[in-house]
């Protein structure tokens, strides 16, 4: 059992279990980003979670399972949460658009530099000295390199009362994604992250409703079907993109929805008219999309009431368009050029009609600049869907003053 005082945010008497204490002779193996931080966890993501080579990778990292020492020696607004890559200084970009001390809950989404990989083994090359030649083995990768063998290992430090705010959220965002919404604020606009960031001006949702990334990071869409009484929508007029623009959309729905007039939209855009739907005529029947025509995927719309991510691929280079339901790709449609601009709402359609509105949750919802791979797809999935299981938390440490 340890003890130790104010550098933490602790009382001079707090009983530190479970924890490592460390100084700078315990730390040749990975130095600390900085004394000023008091506490620190290493996390490692679980290869098998992975489903391939991806890219500036962006972890989505809860509260569920940190440690209680990381929250206690926090700020209370969380200014002082950090990120580093595997050895323990490199700083990562992060976005935490929630954080509570007391709650011992978050939703964080940290940037990854490099390449995250399903196995950490890789070709690398060794000199064979004095034999004049070169030869080709499997080596573990990374040593010091972030992007290599340790390459699913990140520290999360906490402990810094004098700090400013740590995150960054632009640098998180951009330049993978045109726009991002947590859509997480119980008041005032939605606010977005991208290259062509759109805040959203709320029209009758009920915010702050139960979310799937952090409790009450939501909204409910309540349309008029089956049971709501008043349309309800986000305006995202002023999102634009031109024609010829590789996108993916990605979501958390929850719904019982399965009856209504017209097909109920997720995103409905005017200029070009591109429209998401939920579904496409009544009964339910498979997710769909217009871009000139009803492309209707062989994905079943989940109406159970559940949690499911949905990705919507638009490949205008490859002139095919797909949709995802937990991951699970449906049958490839043609697609038509497009572009995004005029009137733009989320959860109707663009130019009203109640026969046309969304009844349900969302939550996270993502336009990333290009078509997102089914690998990447499927790890976002993973990650999001179970956070407590894509990674796992070793023993905190405390830096000895």
């Not at 040749?28 to 080579?53: E, F, L, M, N, S």
């Not at 000295?129 to 080596?139: K, P, Q, S, V, Y």
């Not at 017209?262 to 005017?270: A, I």
Request: include cysteine; charged fraction near 15%.
């Amino acid at each position: 059992m340890l003890r130790r005082g104010g550098g933490l945010g602790l009382s001079a008497t707090a009983e530190l279990t479970g924890v490592n204490e460390v100084d700078a002779a315990d730390l040749q193996a990975t130095p600390w980003y900085d004394w000023r931080w008091g506490c620190r966890a290493p996390i490692t993501i679980d290869r098998t979670k992975v489903a391939g080579a991806l890219d500036n990778y962006v972890l989505y990292l809860s509260g569920a399972n940190l440690p209680a020492i990381c929250f206690e020696a926090a700020q209370t607004s969380g200014n002082d949460v950090l990120l580093t890559a595997a050895d323990g200084v490199t700083k990562l970009a992060h976005d935490m658009p929630h954080f509570s001390r007391s709650g011992a809950t978050l939703e964080l989404h940290a940037k990854l530099p490099g390449t995250l990989n399903p196995t950490p083994l890789d070709v690398g090359r060794l000199l064979t000295r004095g034999a004049g030649a070169e030869t080709d083995f499997l080596l573990p990768r990374g040593y010091g390199d972030y992007d290599g063998a340790q390459d699913n290992l990140i520290w999360l430090y906490t402990g810094n009362p004098a700090a400013t705010d740590q995150r960054n959220a632009s640098a998180v965002w951009t330049p993978g994604y045109l726009s991002v919404w947590h859509l997480g604020e119980t008041s005032g606009a939605f606010t977005a992250y991208g290259t062509g960031p759109q805040a959203g001006t709320d029209s009758n949702t009920t915010r702050g409703a139960n979310g799937k990334l952090y409790a009450s990071g939501g909204v409910d869409f309540a349309g008029p079907y089956p049971g709501g009484t008043t349309p309800s929508w986000i305006d995202l007029t002023g999102l634009t993109s031109p024609a010829g623009s590789n996108h993916t959309y990605t979501m958390w729905l929850r719904s019982t929805q399965s009856t209504s007039p017209g097909d109920p939209h997720l995103f409905s855009v005017q200029t070009g008219r591109l429209d998401l739907a939920f579904w496409r005529i009544a009964p339910a029947t498979g997710f769909a999309q217009y871009d000139g025509a009803w492309r209707t995927y062989s994905q079943p719309t989940p109406t159970d009431g559940a949690w499911h991510h949905i990705a919507f691929t638009r490949n205008v280079t490859g002139a095919a368009t797909n949709a995802y339901v937990d991951s699970v790709a449906g049958a490839a449609k043609a697609i038509t050029n497009r572009a995004l601009g005029g009137a733009v709402r989320l959860g109707g359609y663009y130019a009203g009609g109640t026969s046309y509105d969304y009844d349900g949750l969302m939550d996270e919802f993502r336009i990333a600049n290009g078509v997102l791979t089914a690998a990447w797809i499927a790890t976002e999935y993973n990650n999001q869907s179970n956070p407590a299981t894509f990674y796992s938390v070793g023993t905190p440490q405390v830096a000895r003053s």
